[in-house]
């Protein structure tokens, strides 16, 4: 089964995209700020290297809440790949 979330997470003035298939993480995608909108219409989708990064890094998951461990992937990955 197919589950779609769209989460706006306040403390990281962000909405998140997350899709699940069977309970596994299969699409995640975020947008920095809070244009629900703008959210739905062009970052409401997977955006596969994310997607991946994130998959692999779920063998580094502690203690943390799930969304947590989402948004740290997120800032993550935000530092790595996006300030070239």
Known sequence: MKDLEHIWDQSNDRWIFIEHQDGILVGLNY?????????KSNF???DEKLTEFAIKMLDFRGEETYIEFINKVIW?????FQQA
């Open 76 to 80: 993550l990955y935000f530092e790595l």
């Open 31 to 39: 947008m920095q700020g809070d244009e629900y909108e703008t959210f």
């Open 44 to 46: 409401a989708k997977n």
